[in-house]
């Protein structure tokens, strides 16, 4: 048993997502509702090694929840993966009267909360921050949302190019383990074909699918291609044999990157972003650790860190079937 939280810290660490300040934004008013205090922990778990701390109050997140990255800064921390690191990061919190901390990053960000637990049965709560949706015990991580309309907008003027030059386009989007990016934006921007992690098409598959929509009528084509795809070594390989074996078709690549990870979050995201966090310090504040918040079903729900980081997202099989239809 815990004993009562008055003081959380709150941190943002691994890669940035959009929704970050949103989800801050929530857990220091949820915080200063609750009448306990809140405190910032800059530049993830390497600013906690350094005691880079600042309070905040409800005023000090004005104006934040429509911006895109973090005003904590995200940062990752080799020196947390240490003992060392840890135990100067848990006498910094200790001097500071910090006795809880809620982390918005992703599963290796959860992995360091966890352990920490462990060490010094310090409480934490994970909120999932990361574009690519791969976090086990959610239906949508903080960002994923904002990065699917991002890559559809862009595929949607790379098609008007693609159209006015009976071009074959291929866009590479981020994905590196998963494909739920690529697959959404796929079916979103009305791509013709869709690769992802999860299944190898392999290049012969794909010649004769593009070859058999050129002949149907097609004259330019958008492939969405996740980064982790294996059905070449990257996108630039597959557009080259795909070049070597369609002389007449214009073949282009573009890499979306990490404008994906950037602007203002969406709606969608906001909203997700303040309902995490008034459940995080709420998780805190009923003496519960160790857990994520997640989303299921539209309702908030909480997942032990362990299953989170251990546990594999899947790809929606049905919306696999569904982009197949689609390019009939
Ligand atoms: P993203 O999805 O953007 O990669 P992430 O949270 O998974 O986000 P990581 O770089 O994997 O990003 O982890 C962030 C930080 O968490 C690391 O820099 C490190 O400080 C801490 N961390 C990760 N794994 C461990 C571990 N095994 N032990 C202690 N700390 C860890």
Do not use: W
Request: glycine residues 10%; aromatic residues 6%.
């Amino acid at each position: 048993m815990i004993s009562k939280v008055k003081k959380i810290g709150v941190l943002t660490s691994g890669g940035d997502s959009p929704g970050m300040n949103a989800a801050i934004r929530s857990v220091v008013r949820a915080c200063a509702y609750y009448k306990i205090e809140c405190v910032g922990v800059y530049r993830g778990y390497e600013g906690m090694i350094e005691g880079d701390f600042k309070e905040l109050n409800a005023r000090s997140v004005n104006n934040i929840i429509n911006k895109g990255g973090t005003i904590l800064k995200a940062a990752r921390s080799e020196e947390f993966r240490t003992k060392r690191g840890r135990q100067e990061a848990y006498e910094n919190l200790k001097n500071k009267g910090i006795d809880a901390f809620v982390v918005i990053g992703g599963d290796g960000s959860f992995t360091g909360a966890e352990i920490f637990n462990k060490e010094f049965d310090f409480p934490v709560i994970g909120i999932p921050g990361t574009i690519d949706n791969d976090i086990f015990g959610t239906n949508f991580t903080l960002g994923y949302d904002t990065a699917l309309n991002t890559a559809v907008e862009a595929i949607d003027k790379i098609r008007d190019t693609a159209s006015s030059h009976n071009r074959l386009f291929f866009v590479e989007v981020m994905g590196r383990d998963v494909g739920h990016i690529a697959l959404n934006v796929g079916v979103g921007a009305g791509a013709e074909e869709i690769l992802i992690p999860e299944e190898n098409l392999g290049l012969d598959r794909l010649l004769e699918s593009l070859k058999k929509s050129r002949k149907s009528g097609k004259t330019s084509s958008i492939v969405v291609v996740a980064e982790g795809d294996k059905t070449g070594d990257n996108v630039f390989e597959l557009a080259k044999y795909i070049e070597e074996n369609m002389p007449k078709y214009e073949v282009r690549v573009s890499v979306l990157g990490h404008m994906q990870r950037g602007g203002a979050p969406s709606c969608f995201d906001r909203v997700l972003a303040s309902r995490m966090g008034v459940k995080a310090v709420e998780a805190l504040l009923d003496r519960k650790s160790n857990f994520m918040v997640g989303i299921h079903d539209n309702k908030i729900t909480l997942t032990s860190l362990d299953l989170a980081i251990k546990g594999k997202s899947k790809i929606n099989a049905e919306l696999i079937k569904v982009s197949d239809i689609m390019t009939t």
